[in-house]
Nanobody, 126 residues
């Protein structure tokens, strides 16, 4: 069964840090790019970042560049999103996503990420 399972969400104060994890199973980790979207209820999904675990190529949306870092541990099929300098506007459900690496290289994340996890809630509030 193909699965992306997120964890690590929670409540954090503004300026704080949080690390999200995404464990992938049921497909070849080496052939896929893994990334993150987020969504605030009532708003459009927003792409955040992705990584190609095979060559280490990364992408970051401008809204998180310099604050968020994506990484992978290929030995355990896990991708991490380390978030620092969190702001109230980062509050959202964060979804782990995956797409064929070749497709992700050529197409925007909105079209190329074909697998989705169930999400983990991040709340940034004092």
């Amino acid at each position: 069964e193909v699965q992306l399972v997120e964890s690590g969400g929670g409540l954090v104060q503004p300026g704080g840090s949080l690390r999200l994890s995404c464990v992938a199973s049921g497909f070849s980790f080496d052939d896929y790019a893994i990334g993150w979207f987020r969504q605030v209820p009532g708003k459009e999904r927003e792409k955040i970042s992705y990584i190609n675990p095979t060559d280490g190529h990364t992408y970051y949306e401008d809204s998180v560049k310099g604050r968020f870092t994506i990484s992978s541990d290929n030995a355990v099929n896990t991708v991490y999103l380390h978030m620092t300098g969190l702001k109230p506007e980062d509050t959202a459900v964060y979804y782990c996503v995956a797409g064929p690496a070749a497709l992700v290289r050529e197409s925007p994340m909105e079209y190329s990420m074909t697998l989705w996890g169930k999400g983990t809630l991040v709340t940034v509030s004092s």
